[in-house]
């Protein structure tokens, strides 16, 4: 397993309580593994700690054998890319010179951007199709054009572990099909993926293995189908699910919810 995480506890410094305890996962080149959980649970900081970017209070995590917090800022960034929910720039680089910074790893401290870089950069944004946007200033564009050029930079980063936190929250529905199917592409390739999502259905369309947050612990890990049942979905988001089992395309979460209620109610048990 190319990321292993060992009996991991987090807790913010300064907080009374802790934000989850006892986790353990893995997750294999090539593979793509969804966490799963209601808002607040913990989702974020775990991946945090998985990028190296906040330290484990308890337990460990190893990325190629070994622990996350030895390995140098460099050797983090070439092997781990880091694509947060929200990302409020400081300085307004244009579309295109944030995409190169995917490239940053693989520049010595002084070296400008290579020929091979400035070829990978454009690759990039021309496969989340946001040429037409390339000079314009990051600071500047919509929540959904951010997600697309983070993860066009994520791509000329070219990492062996993708950790994607919510990666199609701000995207309309196209670009979040886009996004799903670039992150299976990735999968092929070999590249580790860890994403959360708040879309059962994404986990159904692009996860090997789900992992289901609850109660600050991990609840249940493996195959979607197998994890992703009507009682763990009305467990963990309180509301009322049907699941659609279809063979030749996969599974669908569908609310049960009738606008012609006299509340709109979620139905719970013929309620
Ligand atoms: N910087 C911080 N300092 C202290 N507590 C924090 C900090 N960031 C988050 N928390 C708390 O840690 C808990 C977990 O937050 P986290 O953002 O990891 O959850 P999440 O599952 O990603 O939520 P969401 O689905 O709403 O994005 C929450 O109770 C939150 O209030």
Redesign the pocket.
């Known amino acids: 397993m190319i990321l292993e995480v060992h009996k991991a506890g987090f807790a ?1 410094p300064g ?1 009374s309580g802790t ?1 989850f305890n006892g986790i353990s996962l893995s997750v294999g080149a090539g593979e793509v593994l969804c966490i799963l ?10 991946l945090k700690c998985l990028s190296g970017l906040l330290p484990l209070t308890e337990g460990k995590i190893s990325c190629k054998g070994e622990n996350i917090l030895a390995l140098s800022r460099t050797q983090v960034a070439r092997t781990i890319a880091h694509v947060p ?1 929200l990302h409020n720039p400081v300085f307004a680089y244009s579309v295109y010179d944030t995409v190169l910074m995917g490239r940053t790893p693989y520049l010595g401290f002084f070296s400008p951007p290579r020929q091979s870089d400035r070829v990978i950069t454009e690759q990039a944004i021309d496969s989340l199709g946001i040429a037409h946007l390339a000079e314009k200033a990051y600071s500047e564009l919509s929540g959904g054009e951010r997600q697309l050029v983070l993860f066009a930079r994520v791509l000329a980063q070219q990492p062996e572990i993708i950790v994607l ?2 990666p199609t929250s701000h995207l309309d529905y196209g670009n979040q099909l886009k996004i799903l199917s670039l992150i299976r592409n990735l999968a092929r390739s070999r590249t580790a993926i860890v994403m ?1 999502s ?1 879309n059962p259905d994404h986990a159904f369309m692009v996860a090997d293995r789900v992992g289901i ?1 609850f109660n600050g612990a991990i609840a249940a890990v493996g195959a979607p189908e197998e994890v992703i049942t009507v009682e763990i979905l009305q467990e963990i988001y309180g509301v009322a699910v049907t699941l659609l089992r279809n063979d030749g395309f996969g599974s669908m979460c569908v609310p049960v919810f009738n606008k012609y209620a006299g509340n709109a109610k979620l139905w719970r048990n013929n309620e």
């Open positions: 913010y907080s934000v959980g209601p808002n607040g649970v913990g989702k974020t900081s775990l929910q936190d919510e959360t708040h947050m």
